[in-house]
C-alpha cells in the first residue's frame, strides 16, 4: 500500500494553520485520498448551519466518475443525515467508516427495525452517490461533515489501516471546520460591537446637535470631511494616516462638540454676537468635552481632536494656545473640517457662503488659523470637486 | 521501535481542538514521549511574547533528571535562542533537529567562524539542560518554543524516524499556539470594543444627567439597581434572565432617559410643579429616545425598556397605556429602579425618602404603579440590606 501517514498527516496538520480557510485543508485532504490512495473518486459534504442542510464541498474523481453536481444538496432530512445524526455511538459503522458491504450483511441480522430502516435508506443514498465507504466528522453531538469514497481503482476492498487513514484525516476536518466557525463568529462578533458603539454615539451626538438649532447634522458632516482629508494625507504619508489613526480621527469627529452639552441652550441658540463672557462660556465646551471622555482609556488619542480642535496654527486658538506642529494633526484635521462646515452652513444672522468663497477664505487663513498641508489637502480635494 | 505514529498524531490531532488551550497539548506531547519513545527527560520552552523571552513551560522526567527549575527562562539573547532565530534555514541542524553529537562533529568543519561561535555556546547550553536534542517550532519567522529531549533510556541513539515524529509533534505545537494566539488577540479586541462602548455610553448619558439638576448620577444608580434586581430575578428563572437578557438591560438602563436630550432645559429645571402642557413635553422623553436609537439594530432589544419605562401595571402609563404582562419586563424592572431613585432622592420641591419609607411606598403600588413580582424581588433584596 505505502502511504507515508506520518507525512501525509503532518502535511494535513499543517494545513490546519490555515485556520481561517477550512476550505483549503479540506480540499487538499480529498486530493491527497485521490491521488495517493487511488480511489476512483471521492467528495465531502459539510455541515451548513444556516439552512441546516449538508453541501457537497470537494468532488474529485476522473470525470464521469465524479458524484454528480445535481446531489450537491442534502437536508437534514435525508437518510444518509438522519443515519449519521442518529447513530453517533458507531454501533452499527464500527470504529468511524460505515463500509457499504458489511453494513449490507448487517441488514439480515438481528438489529432493531427502525435502525434496519434507516440503514437501508441510507445505504441506498451511497448506491447513488457510488460511495463504498462513508467517513462522517463529528464535533461534540454535531454532524459536521460526511467524507464519501468510490472503490478503489484496482478493485479490492479497504484495509483496516486506509479506513484509519481517513478516519484520521476526517477527525482534522472536523477540527478545521470547527475551528474556523469559532473564528467566525469571533469575528463577526468584533464587527458587531464595534458598530453598536459607533451607531450609539453617532445617534447620541445627532440628538445633541439636534439641541443646537444650528448645528443640525453638523457632526454627522465634520466626520465624514475630516475621513476624506485623512484619506487624501494618507496617500502622501500611509504610515502616519494609517487604520488606528482614521479609526481614532472618526471618533474625535464625533464627539468633537460633546462639551456642549454642558453649554445652557440660551447662550447656544442665542441670536446675534455672543457677549464676552457668554463667548468665554461657550469657548469651555473643548475642554468640558476632555472631563466627559477622560475617564475612558480606549478613547486616549481621541480626545486629543476633541480638546484641541479651536487651537489656531499661529498661537491664536483656544484652550492652551498651542502652535504649529504642536497642535496634534488629528485636531488640525478637524478644525478645517469645522470651519469648512461652519463657513458653508446658514447662521441665522448671516447666509453661508458658497463653496468657491469659502475655498478662498480657507486658503487665506492657511498658515494663520489653519495646518497649511491640512488646508491644501482640503483645497486640492475641493478643486477635484470631490468635497 | 514500535511508535504508532498515526495513533500518536491523530491523538494529538484531536487535542488541537483545544485551541484555546494549548498547553494541555503541550503537555501530552511532553508526556507522550516520556512515556512511549522512553526518554529520560524532555521539556517545551515557549516564547512569551509581552517578555520576549523563552520560558520552560513542561518538564518531564524521572525525579533528578528534570531540567533544573533555575533554567526556567531563557531571554532572548541566550545563545540558545540566538542560534535558532539566526539559523531558520537549518543548514546546520538538517531536517529540523539539532542533534548534539551531529553537531559537535561540525564544529571542526569548514563553517563560517561566528556560526561556528554561536553554535559552540548554543551546544554548551544543550549540555546545562543535558539535552541531545533540540527541535524548534517556528511560525512563518518566529521561533515559538523549542523541544529539548534528554537521552534514551536504552542509551542508543534516537533514529531518524523518531526525529521525524518529533519534528511533527513540534510542529503540531507551533500551531497550536499560533491558533491560541490568535483566539485570545481576537477576544481581546472583543473584550475593548464592548467596553468602549459601554464606558461612551456611561459617560455620555452622565453627561446628559447633568444637565438636569435633579438626576445627576441617576443613570448610573437606576443602571446598578436594575441590573441586581434582574439577577434576583434570574434566580428563580435562569432562561429568561440570561447574559443576553443582562447585556439588554444595562444597555437600556443607562439610555432609558435619552430622550430628555430633547427636553428643553426651562422645563427639566423648572422649580416647582410643571403645567399641563410642559408635563406633557416631559413624557415625550419615552418616544424622542426610541427616534434616537431606532436606526441602530443591534439596540432592538434594549429600546423595549426605554420606549415602555413609564408605562404603568395598571394601564394608566405611558406612552401606550400598556397593561401587566403587555409591558416588556425589561422596562418593568427599569420602573422599579427609576421610581426608587426618584423617591429616595431630594427634589428641590422636596426631600427624598427614607429607605423604609420607599419599601413601604413600592410595596403600596406593587400590583398597581408597578410589575408585583418584580416589586417583589426589589423589596427582598432591601430587606436583605442588599440594596
Known amino acids: 500500500m505505502g502511504i507515508n501517514y506520518k507525512k501525509e498527516l503532518e502535511t494535513a496538520a499543517k494545513s490546519m494553520i490555515l485556520v481561517r480557510q477550512p476550505d483549503v485543508l479540506i480540499k487538499m485532504i480529498v486530493r491527497t485520498i485521490v491521488q495517493k490512495v487511488k480511489v476512483s473518486h471521492a467528495g465531502i459534504l459539510l455541515h451548513n448551519i444556516d439552512r441546516d442542510s449538508y453541501i ?135 464587527d458587531k460591537k464595534y458598530h453598536l458603539f459607533i451607531h450609539t454615539t453617532v445617534a447620541l451626538t445627532a440628538a445633541i446637535d439636534a439641541k443646537d438649532r444650528y448645528t443640525h447634522g453638523h457632526t454627522a458632516r465634520v466626520t465624514n470631511l475630516a475621513l476624506t482629508i485623512a484619506k487624501r494625507l494618507g496617500q502622501k504619508d500611509r504610515k502616519v494616516f494609517d487604520e488606528k489613526f482614521l479609526e481614532h480621527l472618526r471618533i474625535a469627529s464625533l464627539l468633537h462638540d460633546i462639551g456642549k452639552i454642558g453649554i445652557p441652550e440660551s447662550i447656544l441658540n442665542k441670536q446675534g454676537a455672543l457677549t464676552e463672557e457668554e463667548q468665554h462660556k461657550m469657548e469651555e465646551h473643548t475642554l468640558m468635552g476632555v472631563n466627559i471622555l477622560q475617564p475612558i482609556k480606549e478613547l486616549e488619542d481621541s480626545i486629543l481632536g476633541v480638546k484641541y480642535h479651536h487651537e489656531k496654527y499661529d498661537g491664536s486658538g483656544y484652550p492652551e494656545g498651542l502652535k504649529g506642529n504642536q497642535i496634534p494633526l488629528i485636531a488640525s484635521i478637524i478644525a478645517v473640517a469645522d470651519t469648512f462646515d461652519a463657513m458653508i452652513t446658514d447662521r441665522s444672522y448671516r447666509r453661508g457662503l458658497s463653496k468657491d468663497e469659502v475655498v478662498e477664505e480657507i486658503k487665506r487663513v492657511s498658515g494663520k488659523q489653519l495646518n497649511p498641508q491640512v488646508a491644501s489637502a482640503f483645497i486640492e480635494l475641493c478643486q477635484e470637486g470631490k468635497i
Do not use: W
Open 56 to 190: 457537497l464541498t470537494v468532488s474529485r474523481g476522473a470525470l464521469g466518475l465524479k458524484i454528480p453536481p445535481g446531489f450537491a444538496r442534502l437536508d437534514s432530512d435525508n437518510s444518509l443525515i438522519r443515519f449519521f445524526r442518529k447513530h453517533k455511538d458507531k454501533q452499527i459503522f464500527k470504529d468511524g467508516a460505515l463500509v457499504y458491504e458489511e453494513a449490507k450483511k448487517c441488514l439480515s441480522k438481528n438489529i432493531p427495525a427502525a435502525t434496519k430502516q434507516l440503514l437501508k435508506k441510507a445505504l441506498y443514498q451511497m448506491e447513488i452517490f457510488e460511495a463504498v465507504v462513508c467517513i462522517p466528522s463529528y464535533f461534540r453531538q454535531d454532524l459536521l461533515g460526511i467524507l464519501l469514497l468510490g472503490k478503489k481503482k484496482n478493485g479490492r476492498k479497504f484495509g483496516r489501516d486506509e479506513l484509519d487513514f481517513f478516519i484520521a484525516l476526517a477527525s482534522d476536518v472536523a477540527m478545521a471546520i470547527r475551528n474556523a466557525r469559532l473564528f467566525r463568529e469571533l469575528e463577526i462578533e468584533l
